[in-house]
């Protein structure tokens, strides 16, 4: 079964400080991934993906996310946060083939806490 | 483009009352997803159409439960009778082709909240 985990359910982190939000998977064949976020009341906007090539992807907002085979892990990560990134952030799968293909798996989601 | 459109943004009905909601997607894609999110269970994914055609719907809850795509600009999601169980917000995402790795839009979502 393909499925995603976020073993984190809120992350707490001041202003200016590194942030880590922490994503494993497990798909078959090659994954794509993905991170999201959500803003109050709002739908999910993309952040950045995995397809291949460098392990370590860029993003929007200066995110970027280092891809981990070994470790089956995709987290996402910030060197400097921002009171302005507060939100839900959801790491996403898709598998690259078998009779899943085409779908896109979330997990439960972050909250992410910046303070001042 | 306006991005993936969905109605209503929030709707309030009775329980055994009929729901309807509606989603547009961004033109070209061709892809469409439903998801239901709860605190409880996170982002479901209910049901996948591809190029029109219902692919999985797996994650439907129950019968009660109907999704339609009658073209490529439009889809549906029908609760019939609705339950108090199904408030939550549900998102209508959609695709552009080449489905494996590209990313998908969602819209705002729809609150239903079923008294």
């Known amino acids: 079964a393909q499925s995603v985990a976020q073993p984190e359910d809120q992350v707490n982190v001041a202003e200016g400080n590194p942030l880590t939000v922490k994503c494993t998977y497990s798909v078959s064949g090659n994954p794509y991934l993905f991170w999201y976020v959500q803003y109050p009341n709002r739908g999910l906007q993309f952040l950045l993906k995995?397809?291949?090539?460098?392990?370590l992807v860029k993003g929007s907002y200066g995110f970027e996310a280092e891809f981990n085979k070994s470790q089956t892990s995709f987290h996402l990560k910030k060197p400097s946060a921002l009171v302005s990134d507060s939100a839900l952030y959801f790491c996403a799968v898709s598998p690259d083939r078998g009779s899943t293909l085409g779908r896109l798996y979330f997990g439960r989601g972050t909250q992410l806490t910046v303070w001042p | 483009d306006a991005g993936v459109i969905q109605s209503p943004r929030h709707e309030v009905t009775e329980m055994g009352q009929e729901v309807t909601l509606r989603c547009k997607p961004i033109s070209g894609h061709n892809s469409l997803f439903w998801y239901r999110q709860t605190m409880m269970r996170g982002l479901e994914l209910l049901i996948y159409?591809?190029?029109?055609?219902?692919?999985?719907d797996s994650g439907m809850p129950e019968d009660r439960f109907s999704a339609k795509m009658p073209n490529a600009s439009f889809s549906t999601l029908k609760i019939q009778p609705s339950e108090p169980r199904d408030s939550a917000v549900y998102f209508c995402?959609?695709?552009?082709?080449?489905?494996?790795?590209?990313?998908?839009?969602f819209g705002q979502g729809t609150r239903l909240t079923v008294v």
């Open positions: 995402a959609s695709r552009p082709p080449g489905h494996r790795n590209t990313e998908a839009f």
């Open positions: 995995y397809i291949t090539g460098d392990n």
């Open positions: 159409f591809n190029n029109n055609v219902p692919i999985d």
